[in-house]
């Protein structure tokens, strides 16, 4: 089962937030920031984690973003895909 794992903050460093993008890549199966489009200082990361790695990637991951985004706001949630019929 894959899970996803969601943060929304401030940004404080752009360039240290891709490289961490970069870094987990070879442990999280897809990580993916969006910018904000109203105010470009703040970034979605959503990060697709197999369901084997979540506690100890989960861990990092909160750590690691947490370090880079200041989250007044936050959305910090773990999601799983549900089975709704067939329509992706």
């Known amino acids: 089962m894959t899970l ?7 940004v404080r460093d752009w360039k240290a937030l ?3 993008r970069l870094a987990c890549l070879g442990r999280a199966t897809s ?4 910018r904000d489009v109203r105010d470009a ?11 084997d790695d979540t506690r100890d990637l989960e ?6 973003i947490g370090s880079l985004v200041d ?4 959305d910090d949630r773990i999601w799983e ?6 329509a992706r």
């Open 71 to 74: 989250i007044g706001f936050a």
């Open 31 to 34: 990580v993916r920031i969006y």
């Open 4 to 10: 996803i794992l969601t943060a929304v903050g401030r």
């Open 81 to 86: 895909a549900i089975d709704t019929g067939g």
């Open 59 to 64: 861990a990092d991951l909160r750590t690691r």
């Open 18 to 20: 891709r490289d961490l």
């Open 41 to 51: 200082s703040w970034a979605l990361v959503v990060a697709e984690l197999s369901d």
